[in-house]
């Protein structure tokens, strides 16, 4: 792959950071009861959903101007949930980034997808391309405490370049806002392809 040049070009396509997501455990929830999920920073808003009272490694991708409400990614769309029942944790992140493993990355058009675990990465997407690959290394762009950072990824004869970048980011095909952006670079035997999607923890990472 041609790191060094697709390194400066994905950079210069970065768009600008906004603050890093945070990651929760519920807390202060009895134990047969539940965390209402909001379509809107009220508690008097409708109730689209629940969290368990035990549900950890949720990721909250912004809050309202009060700090009172925590928005997520919730099935098609977004969701708020009460801050006061969070409790802040760290989750384990990929070596050398601010990333927290079990990420998830996507695009559309053509569907493909990559996720990031410690060790590695696995990528597939609609055109039959299967990949696991094992971890090449990291790095922050210079300049910055921790995103933009650069992930590379290799297998026999394949290989990713990954920008990620804290920003909120449509998948185009939904109402979700996502909490990071990728730009993927991958190589295979077929060639190379440039391809750009939205990135978050699903809860079951985070709970992992």
């Not at 990559?114 to 094992?134: F, K, N, Q």
């Not at 990824?153 to 990713?160: D, I, K, L």
Request: hydrophobic fraction near 45%; charged fraction near 15%.
């Amino acid at each position: 792959m041609k790191s060094v040049a697709a390194i400066a070009a994905l950079l210069a396509l970065a768009p600008a950071a906004f603050a890093d997501p945070g990651y929760y455990d519920v807390t202060g929830v009895a134990s047969d009861d539940t965390l209402n999920v909001r379509a809107e920073p009220d508690a008097a808003s409708a109730d689209i959903g629940d969290l368990p009272f035990d549900a950890k490694g949720i990721e909250v991708i912004a809050t309202d101007a009060s700090g009172d409400w925590g928005r997520i990614v919730w099935e098609e769309g977004s969701g708020w949930i009460a801050t006061r029942f969070l409790a802040e944790v760290a989750l384990p992140t990929l070596t050398g980034t601010a990333l927290p493993a079990g990420l998830q990355c996507s695009g559309t058009e053509p569907f493909w997808s990559i996720r990031y675990a410690e060790t590695g990465a696995v990528y597939s997407d609609v055109m039959g391309t299967a990949l696991s690959l094992g971890y090449g290394g990291a790095a922050v762009a210079e300049g910055f405490a921790t995103f933009p950072v650069a992930l590379s990824h290799a297998g026999a004869g394949s290989g990713t370049l990954s920008i990620v970048s804290t920003a909120i980011c449509s998948d185009g095909m939904s109402d979700r806002d996502y909490p990071y952006t990728v730009a993927l670079v991958l190589q295979t035997e077929s060639g190379q392809r440039f391809l750009s999607g939205c990135c978050w923890l699903p809860l079951d990472a985070g709970t992992n």
